[in-house]
């Protein structure tokens, strides 16, 4: 339990600095920006096709390929249905943010994502250690650039600075929520917790495929599409030392 809560606070840090980046008036390059969603693109992808989804289907059978359906499929009803078309990347488009309606619309969405960040790391760290630590891995390398839209989205939708450090807060705490959350529902039945793991690798399919993907092949620039494969080369990295050391 202390694990988990360790890992959602950090992850809310990450997301926290850059809301306090943005809210300080300064402005972090976009190139870099871009490189830490490429990163955590990669390896979400790498970490869902390679470990999440076959270790789901290990512990449930086809039934498996349900609950990863559902969580694919609650991540878009929350994020492009219930709060409107949310763009990941949105402070790359500041001509979509042009009133505070949308400035709260994506602030909705982005609580929502990071909660489901906390519910995966709980949920992931209770069902194998060594795989939580790795969807850990893989929330925290876009935490600071999501903090970074937050705080952007706001500022660009005519709120103050104060308020955009508040969403990022916002959004930050959700994650500890989220986690809290997970914390809850794997205590319980072991097939719940197979189902909540299950959830999770359609959750991170999403966010992967539809909220970071698309965002970096909109780069103008080459490198970014190139070091997607650079986070797949980094999950098997990570697998290996933790494999090694902690299994």
């Known amino acids: 339990m202390t694990e988990i809560i ?7 840090s990450a997301e926290f600095m850059g809301g306090v980046l943005i809210a300080s008036k300064r402005r972090w390059p976009t190139l870099v920006q871009e490189v830490f969603l490429a990163l955590g693109a990669g390896f979400i992808l790498a970490l869902v096709f390679l470990e ?20 694919f499929a609650t991540i878009h009803f929350f994020e492009h249905t219930v709060v409107g078309h949310l763009h990941f990347g949105e402070e790359t488009h500041s001509h979509v943010m042009v009133t505070k309606v949308a400035g709260l619309s994506t602030f909705a969405g982005l609580l929502i994502h990071g909660f489901f960040d906390g519910f995966s790391i709980a949920i992931g760290t209770q069902f194998d250690f060594v795989i939580g630590l790795m969807v ?4 925290l390398l876009h935490k600071f650039p999501e903090g970074l839209t937050i705080g952007s989205v706001m500022i660009s939708a005519g709120y103050s600075r104060a308020a ?16 809290l959350g997970g914390l809850a529902l794997g205590s319980g039945d072991v097939r719940v917790l197979g189902a909540a793991f299950a959830f999770t690798a359609g959750a991170g399919a999403y966010v992967g495929a539809s909220d970071l993907i698309p965002e970096i092949n909109k780069s103008e ?9 650079g986070g797949m080369m980094l999950f098997y990295v990570t697998e290996q030392v ?3 050391f902690m299994r």
Do not use: D, H, N
């Not at 989804?53 to 512990?59: C, D, E, H, V, Y």
């Not at 807060?169 to 959700?174: C, E, T, Y």
């Not at 620039?221 to 494969?229: L, Q």
């Open 242 to 244: 933790l494999e090694k």
């Open 6 to 12: 360790l890992f959602a606070v950090i992850a809310g």
């Open 164 to 179: 955009a450090l508040a969403a990022a807060g916002g959004v930050a705490a959700s994650t500890l929520v989220g986690a």
């Open 136 to 139: 850990f891995v893989a929330i």
């Open 52 to 71: 999440l989804i076959p270790a789901s289907i290990g512990a449930l059978g086809e039934v498996a390929s349900l609950w990863m359906m559902i969580g």
């Open 221 to 229: 620039r080459r490198m970014p599409p190139f070091v997607v494969f």
